[in-house]
């Protein structure tokens, strides 16, 4: 089964979107007190249809914030659903047991360390610190929601976890600094170096810009630097971005960016089952 494009074909059985989440129905999975956000519904079923529409099969999904350390939403899709991956949040200053999770398809687990601070509740780079060691006896790995400004003083640090490191929203790039911002060149050497993995998800490093273009240099110069580690994200269903964008616009940019079907499939299938698989 495969699924035409405006710019090619993607293989419907082993192409992925590597970061997304979903909510509710709220009946059933009632959001957690306090919170940050109040999201509307985005079922698993929707999902589902919005996989389809990128002519995509396998996913991941990312425990939201919204819900607390109650993972039952992301265990129960899981289950549902085996062709989706799923990366947990840990409780900050906890000491969570990992073990068996890979076989309930969990892949990862998220930590934060963002230089406009984190949601209230969200474990920072002492908590990935910490986990790490049992993160990797358990076969996960790490995802860091960062951005370059904060990535020169975080670069000895990841090179030194013993578990893959995974860069959501495409590192925290800054548009408006360009590709010879020193934060971003230290993502371009650790990525070089193969410290970590980044999911190429632009759009929310360009909500400012006039020009959704301007992503273009940035991806470039990740595949320059390795495009063995890099895997695709639609940040479905686009949370508090007004007006959401468009799932297809958002994996054609991808794509054009690419400029190489062969690095299109790597991103798409290759990587994304070396590392989800």
Request: proline share 8%; with cysteine; glycine share 10%.
């Amino acid at each position: 089964m495969s699924a035409a494009t405006a710019h090619g074909v993607i293989d419907a059985v082993t192409g992925w979107d590597c970061h997304a989440h979903v909510f509710g129905p709220y009946g059933r999975y009632p959001l957690s007190e306090p919170r940050a956000y109040t999201p509307p519904a985005a079922l698993a079923d929707a999902h589902a249809a919005h996989l389809a529409r990128l002519g995509l099969s396998h996913g991941v999904l990312v425990h939201p914030s919204a819900y607390g350390d109650d993972h039952s939403l992301l265990f129960d899709t899981l289950a549902a659903r085996p062709r989706l991956r799923g990366v947990v949040v840990p409780v900050p200053e906890s000491t969570p047991d990992f073990a068996g999770m890979r076989e309930r398809g969990v892949r990862g687990a998220r930590f934060s360390h963002r230089s406009a601070g984190n949601f209230p509740g969200a474990p920072g780079l002492s908590d990935l610190a910490r986990m790490a060691p049992a993160l990797a006896d358990a076969g996960l790995h790490a995802e860091l929601w960062t951005d370059c400004a904060v990535l020169p003083a975080l670069c000895k640090t990841l090179a030194r976890l013993p578990v893959p490191v995974v860069l959501d929203h495409m590192g925290g790039f800054n548009a408006a600094a360009g590709i010879e911002d020193p934060g971003f060149g230290v993502l371009l050497d650790l990525l070089s170096k193969g410290h970590i993995w980044v999911k190429l998800c632009a759009y929310r490093n360009l909500l400012q810009a006039t020009d959704f273009e301007r992503g273009a240099p940035f991806q470039r110069a990740m595949f320059e630097a390795n495009p063995h580690q890099l895997v695709w994200g639609s940040d479905w269903p686009y949370l508090r971005v007004e007006p959401a964008p468009e799932g297809q616009v958002l994996l054609d940019a991808m794509r054009r960016w690419a400029g190489d079907e062969r690095m299109v499939r790597l991103v798409l299938e290759g990587n994304p089952e070396a590392l989800y698989g």
